[in-house]
């Protein structure tokens, strides 16, 4: 596949997901922020398993991907979003840190799948959230890098 096919792929694939977050914006940060990555993620793996219909392929992946990030993002409070903060930061590559929600009876897992340097040698990891959400499990993958303040910040791309 040429570098340019692969090109404007990328740049479809980013402006689907970038309309569908839009669309969705009436939510708070929270959900905002997951449904953006969900779109990413999913219209990603729409592009990669879509054979005939390609675009078709990475319109649903979006979709699916917004609804999905966008319900994690909106389920997790305050102490949630500790206690992924206290994953990235303490938590060796692969090694989950569970816990329930004691007010909304919401379960979660957080795994960092890789640990990195950025380009400007800020710490960055990988990770995976599965939740389970009113009983359904939903998974999401992200990344975040330690901002000047020492707090986790979710990154695109």
Not at 23 to 28: E, L, Q
Not at 50 to 57: E, L
Not at 120 to 147: I, L, M, S, W
Request: hydrophobic share 35%; proline share 3%; with cysteine.
């Amino acid at each position: 596949m040429s570098k340019f096919k692969i090109l404007r792929q990328l740049m479809f694939v980013g402006l689907v997901a970038m309309s569908v977050a839009l669309v969705g914006c009436g939510g708070g940060k929270k959900e905002n922020s997951g449904r953006t990555m969900g779109a990413i993620v999913g219209g990603l793996i729409g592009a990669a398993a879509g054979d005939d219909n390609k675009a078709g392929s990475v319109i649903v992946g979006a979709i699916i991907g917004s609804v999905i990030g966008g319900a994690i993002g909106k389920s997790m409070d305050a102490r949630d979003r500790a206690n992924q903060h206290t994953a990235l930061e303490r938590n060796r590559t692969n090694q989950p840190m569970a816990w329930t929600n004691p007010d909304s009876g919401n379960r979660y897992r957080v795994t960092p799948t890789r640990t990195y340097r950025s380009a400007n040698n800020t710490p960055c990891r990988e990770y995976e959230t599965e939740a389970f959400v009113r009983g359904q499990r939903k998974v999401f993958r992200g990344k975040a890098c330690r901002d000047s303040n020492g707090n986790w910040s979710e990154v695109r791309g």
